[in-house]
């Protein structure tokens, strides 16, 4: 593509745009990209550049090093720190899963993708996934649920039944079933999966960009920036991941893990 820009190299999430797409990074390979608020803060401000930027027709994310997103940082919330952009919460997780945009976006999974990644997925509009990818909501093995959408969204996406699987084993998916039963768009050899992603932005980027977003406002229901089918499954979420922190269950999940111990249940 032409235009093309260095990216920047000043928070937790780069951005580079190539052309008309805004490429976003999320940059700490250290951790698997685990999402903190310097994460959330990065892209929830690249996606705002983006949607008020009528020279970005596309945005696609993708990760670091050999990670896609490995979910929450659990060191930062050990340490009791915010994960969200400090200015803007109702971004939600990443600054992206609630965060509502008019310009198409497409995930460039490549690699670690389980909970919160999947989850970015899930808020994407189209997916492209390495052949390494796993895909899977595994929180209901920590005592939680998935509380970034993917509880609601995973449903809306799969057959329910296949959903339903995920959801209540917390197994993960491989990229290859992912693309069978229609969670994803393409699959792609490891290491190509940006190229791909630049490669259909571009197959969306030659379109008139006014009638694009307006389909894209259409197809997903967005009024005056909200998905509005998305309101209930929100405050579903929100009420039931309340009463599931405060469940013993909760509190034994993370305790076994880092033990590296069976949980021990107790349905309260």
């Known amino acids: 593509m032409d235009g093309s820009t260095p990216p920047s190299s000043s928070s ?3 951005t580079e745009r190539r052309g008309n797409v805004l490429l976003i990074t999320l ?33 696609v994310i993708t990760g670091a090093g050999q990670s896609f997103c490995a979910g929450a940082d659990l060191k930062a919330i050990s340490r009791r720190e915010n994960l969200y952009h400090p200015e803007h919460g ?10 509502v945009i008019d310009k198409p976006t ?20 189209l997916v492209i996934a390495e052949e390494r ?5 595994p929180e209901v093995k920590r005592g939680l649920i998935a509380a970034a959408g993917g509880v609601f969204r995973i449903v809306d996406q799969l057959p329910r039944k296949v959903a339903m699987e995920l959801l209540f084993t917390g197994e993960p998916m491989s990229s290859a079933d992912a ?21 259909l932005a571009e197959r969306i980027t030659v379109n008139a960009p006014l009638a694009v977003w307006a389909s894209k406002r259409v197809a997903a229901g967005i009024d005056d920036g909200v998905i509005t089918g ?16 405060r469940s013993a269950d909760a509190k034994e999940g993370p305790l076994a893990f880092a033990e590296k111990r069976e949980p021990r249940w107790q349905a309260k």
């Not at 990818?133 to 909501?137: Q, V, W």
């Open 90 to 99: 109702e971004w939600g997780f990443a600054g992206y899963v609630q965060h």
């Open 133 to 137: 990818t796993m895909f899977g909501l």
């Open 27 to 59: 940059n700490r390979p250290e951790a698997r990209n685990a999402v903190n608020a310097a994460v959330s803060t990065g892209v929830g401000d690249a996606l705002h550049e983006a949607q008020h930027d009528p020279e970005i027709r596309a945005v």
């Open 230 to 245: 998305d309101e209930a499954g929100w405050t579903r979420t929100m009420r039931e991941m309340g009463a599931v922190l």
């Open 12 to 14: 937790a999430a780069l």
């Open 179 to 199: 693309l069978t039963w229609g969670l994803i768009n393409q699959v792609v050899p490891d290491g190509t999966v940006v190229e791909a992603a630049l490669a």
């Open 106 to 125: 497409i995930a460039a999974v490549n690699g670690t993708a389980l909970g919160g990644g999947t989850e970015l997925a899930l808020a994407s509009d």
